[in-house]
T-cell receptor
Framework: DAKTTQPPSMDCAEGRAANLPCNHS???????VYWYRQIHSQGPQYIIH???NNETNEMASLIITEDRKSSTLILPHATLRDTAVYYC?????????????FGSGTQLTVLP | KAGVTQTPRYLIKTRGQQVTLSCSPI?????VSWYQQTPGQGLQFLFE???????NKGNFPGRFSGRQFSNSRSEMNVSTLELGDSALYLC?????????????FGSGTRLTVV
């Protein structure tokens, strides 16, 4: 799986949009970009995923650049409950690529 | 729809003992994966089972093993426990379709080896 690079930490004011960047410059054509988050001591929670088009669901939006070398997860109106470690993962669908390879993630702290 | 259920939630074992952890996936999900999370190494993949067969394995010693039953429930076993095996063990299930919603994780079993 392609390696991802994320900033180790970010702060965001409550009610504002949180924009979490991820670099995945070695992504290959059949690899998806996934975002998960982990609130302290709980299991990771799926947020969103995409291949090349921008995606939106009830939790967040995912913006993938045209060359697919980077992406941004957007939480439109961050709340205190969004404080968590956010993981950007690139993953294929064959053989050993099925597993999720977690990096260090970004610790997002939403401030009141 | 019930989520992924892991039992027990907490466990304390003595070095040298063995332990078995259980995971019940979401109904209809046939893929179950196991991960170990420690402060030093982060989240690391242990193995994945699909239809009772181990499909993928991470870089862990043979003391770590698992199995999956016909109802997709999975167990993982760690023999000859070491202090370094203290960790949060997470199970995740997936319906394994390409482009699917990915994995749903359980709340984990926190294992402490003393």
């Amino acid at each position: 799986d392609a390696k991802t690079t994320q900033p180790p930490s970010m702060d965001c004011a409550e009610g504002r949009a949180a924009n979490l960047p991820c670099n995945h410059s070695t992504i290959s054509g059949n690899e998806y970009v996934y975002w998960y988050r982990q609130i302290h001591s709980q299991g990771p929670q799926y947020i969103i995923h995409g291949l090349k088009n921008n995606e939106t669901n009830e939790m967040a939006s995912l913006i993938i650049t045209e060359d697919r070398k980077s992406s941004t997860l957007i939480l439109p109106h961050a709340t205190l409950r969004d404080t968590a470690v956010y993981y950007c993962i690139v993953r294929g669908y064959s053989g050993s690529a099925r597993q999720l390879t977690f990096g260090s993630g970004t610790q997002l702290t939403v401030l009141p | 729809k019930a989520g992924v259920t892991q039992t027990p939630r907490y466990l304390i074992k003595t070095r040298g003992q063995q332990v078995t952890l259980s995971c019940s996936p979401i109904s209809g999900h046939r893929s179950v994966s196991w991960y170990q999370q420690t402060p030093g190494q982060g989240l690391q993949f242990l193995f994945e089972y699909f239809s009772e067969t181990q499909r993928n394995k991470g870089n862990f010693p043979g003391r770590f093993s698992g199995r999956q039953f016909s109802n997709s429930r999975s167990e993982m076993n760690v023999s000859t426990l070491e202090l370094g095996d203290s960790a949060l063990y997470l199970c995740a299930s997936s319906d394994s379709r390409q482009g699917s919603y990915g994995y749903t994780f359980g709340s984990g079993t926190r294992l402490t080896v003393v």
